[in-house]
């Protein structure tokens, strides 16, 4: 049986595009290849911390929204805790009305994209 989850992971700050983006490409890779289903993804760029972190005071936020199984979680926060690039992360199980509540979100950020568009 899938899941559904949401994980919300800070990258240092002091990393480049190119290795931000090499981190996230690592994770989506992870989930895929065990079987996991990507739903959605947000880069919410380089954000102010709420206190420092390894004395760092801002980080590159990633949101990923997945299906996966649940025996592959803790496979897949120990590859978090293993790689030096992120500071922090947390994965959430989701149910039906968090679910819900994120596929209405993704429809209003879709609308308003499109009327910037526009």
């Known amino acids: 049986m899938m899941n ?3 994980t919300v ?3 240092t700050p002091v ?3 190119a290795q931000v983006k090499e981190a ?3 994770f989506k890779d992870l ?3 065990n079987g996991g289903e990507m739903i959605h993804e947000e880069d ?3 954000r102010k911390l ?3 972190i390894q004395k760092k005071s801002t980080g590159f936020y990633h949101l990923f929204e997945f299906k996966a199984d649940a025996a ?3 496979k897949y926060e120990t590859e978090f805790k293993r790689d030096e690039r992120i500071i922090r992360f947390l994965t959430v199980k989701m149910d039906k009305y968090s679910a819900e509540y994120s596929l209405k979100r993704r429809n209003q950020l879709k609308e308003k994209a499109e009327k910037k568009e526009n």
Do not use: R
Request: proline share 4%.
């Open 50 to 52: 709420a206190y420092p």
């Open 15 to 17: 990393l480049s595009d």
């Open 72 to 74: 592959f979680i803790t």
């Open 31 to 33: 989930i895929v290849s």
């Open 4 to 6: 559904q989850y949401e």
């Open 44 to 46: 919410w760029g380089m």
């Open 24 to 26: 996230v490409t690592k």
């Open 9 to 11: 992971f800070i990258a």
